[in-house]
């Protein structure tokens, strides 16, 4: 066969890097919000996930997705999710960088900074793959919950900070390392908990505390192969008061299993290697975790934690495309030079670096605020900054893949095989703004965190280090008491939440940054109004905010 073509000026693929030592950005918002942390894990970590063994991991794990099989050839139900390799490959890796629960297993290499280590770690990891990510989030918002029943706590707390991976359907005894899920929305009320149907009755007490048996439905259980799930029932007899957390395990003390049945996986956008489930209890076990009537209490400081890797896990895609950006435009040549030489190229590239900067740096310093809950002060800011960052970086993310896919043109689109990550991050970027609480309900969450002590005082604070940095910035710092008492009605709380984000991440890139990078921020964000990438006025340094941002 003749040969009718030679292929020309295609763009190798961005691998085999550190995406760690890469990532100046991340590494001077480390400096400042950690300074003397013990780095190694995380340059270990990130060469690990730049490298094109795990990519091709990624890979396979999203085109071969998670299959259900109720019950085996016998006809006996079983209720397994069956992974592909890759899968568990993925999760040995998550686990093994302590992802899961660093936290909470006193590791001496994060000093007093273990959870901006963990944030760290997460972020680097969602570049590679976010899908099997949600096991371990929930794994790390979960296991300090476990505490309000001591005697669960103490017989499953060293497998839950375990840096084992054990997929196997086992005593957790028996286990190296477990995961734990949640369960929590129904058909009826999505986001509405307290609209949940399902009961409890009470069954008796053991060495494990008061033990229940739940009747009902969860509309979404993801990842169903955990060892163990906190779920929300109504306790029977307690009337609407009684909407109650309980710890539900997948097999039971005396090594049988409990009646978690899965009645079918959910056929979603993206997040194609996470089984997210239906699933129906049908008196199935579980024990009182903390208070009867507690529950929703419980969950929002579960929810709390998941929300800070939302924040953490859309940042980490945004560098990770913006990444890919940067790597094809500097090979693909247009019109006689390549792309990252055309000047409405450079201003697309730049003003994406900008986000994705004030992103992590946003990201890290409330992973910060998680570290220093013993200060008043930061323990408000954790409140208030957790659906702020939330809200505002996940809805930046969509936007965000979708410029970056666009540098990459027909190319960025294409799926082939899995090959094509900037579409898989496309797919994957509204998760984050759905999951643990959608854009409105961060926005009514802001609220109620507005009325927990001094709010205005704890940012105002915050924000003096930035004083006298920039006009725009200034003018956003004196009128924040003004904004916070105008917008504080859910009418217009999505307003006030955008404002805050901006100001705070502005205040931490005069901080963090160069000059070209924060002036450029506060006079495309501050001064005007951010309405579309590649918008940046004539004073930006587009090639100096580039070259800061370049992959190595």
């Known amino acids: 066969m003749p040969l009718t073509h030679e292929v020309l000026n295609q763009a190798a693929p961005l691998s085999d890097f550190n995406l760690f030592e ?46 259900l099989h109720t019950h085996d050839r016998f006809g006996y139900r079983i209720d397994e999710v069956e992974f592909h390799p890759a899968y568990h490959a993925l999760m040995s890796a998550a686990t093994c960088a302590g992802l899961h629960g660093t936290p909470w297993a006193q590791d001496s290499t994060a000093g007093n900074s273990p959870h901006v280590l963990r944030a760290a770690g997460f972020m680097l990891f969602t570049e590679l793959e976010p899908s099997t990510l949600c096991p371990i989030s929930m794994t790390y918002a979960v296991t300090p919950a476990l505490k309000d029943n001591p005697a669960i706590y103490r017989d499953w707390a060293p497998q839950l900070t375990s840096r084992a991976y054990d997929p196997a359907l086992k005593p957790w005894r028996d286990k190296s390392g477990v995961t734990m899920g949640m369960g929590m929305t129904e058909k009826q009320g999505g986001s509405d908990v307290r609209a949940n149907s399902t009961r409890a009755v009470h069954d008796g007490r053991d060495e494990w ?25 109504y306790v029977e007899g307690m009337g609407e008061g009684g909407l109650s957390c309980f710890f539900l395990p997948r097999v039971l003390p005396d090594g049988s299993r409990n009646t978690l049945r899965i009645q079918r996986l959910k056929d979603k956008l ?9 699933v129906e209890f049908d008196q199935t076990l579980a024990w009182m ?32 495309s913006l990444s890919i950006a940067l790597h094809h435009t500097r090979q693909r040549k247009a019109f006689g030079k390549h792309l990252n030489e055309q000047p409405l190229m450079q201003n697309v590239l730049a003003d994406l670096a900008l986000e994705s900067e004030a992103a992590t740096a946003l990201s890290i310093r409330l992973a910060r605020a998680f570290d220093h809950q013993n200060q008043h002060s930061e323990q408000l800011l954790a409140r208030v900054l957790t659906p702020i960052a939330k809200f505002w970086i996940c809805k930046r993310g969509s936007l965000f893949a979708q410029e970056a896919m666009e540098c990459l043109g027909g190319n960025g689109y294409v799926e082939e095989g899995g090959e094509g990550i900037p579409a ?3 797919r994957e970027m509204p998760l984050n703004s759905i999951w643990e609480g959608a854009g409105n309900i961060m926005a009514l969450d802001l609220l109620r965190a507005l009325r927990k002590g001094d709010v205005a005082a704890a940012l105002d604070e915050e924000l003096a280090p930035a004083r006298g940095a920039h006009a725009a910035l200034d003018a956003m710092i004196n009128a ?25 991440q502005g205040a931490l890139l005069a901080q963090t940054a160069p000059p070209e990078v924060f002036g450029a921020f506060c006079d495309s964000r ?18 100096a905010i580039i070259r800061r941002a370049m992959p190595a």
């Not at 993801?222 to 163990?228: F, G, I, L, V």
């Not at 993206?270 to 239906?278: D, I, L, Q, R, W």
Request: some cysteine; proline content about 6%.
């Open 209 to 233: 505390g008061e033990r229940y048996r739940l009747t009902g439905h969860k509309w979404f259980m993801s990842a169903p192969m955990c060892d163990a799930f906190l779920v929300l029932a």
């Open 289 to 320: 975790v903390g208070e009867p009537g507690r529950g929703v209490p419980q969950i929002l400081a579960m929810g709390t934690m998941t929300r800070l890797d939302c924040a953490l896990g859309t940042s980490g895609l945004m560098r990770q």
């Open 480 to 504: 924040m008491p003004a904004l916070i008492s105008s917008h504080a009605t859910e009418s217009t709380a999505r307003q006030l939440a955008r404002d805050v984000a901006l100001t705070v």
């Open 424 to 426: 898989r991050i496309y």
């Open 526 to 543: 501050l001064a005007t109004r951010h309405d579309v990438f590649g918008t940046l006025g004539p004073n930006a340094n587009c090639g």
């Open 270 to 278: 993206g997040n194609k290697a996470n089984a997210s489930s239906e």
């Open 22 to 67: 890469g990532n100046q950005p991340l590494r001077d918002a480390l400096a400042f919000n950690a300074p003397g942390l013990n780095d190694k894990p995380l340059a270990s970590l990130g060469a690990l996930v730049g490298s094109a063994e795990m990519q091709r991991h990624a890979r396979l794990a999203n085109v071969h997705t998670p299959e």
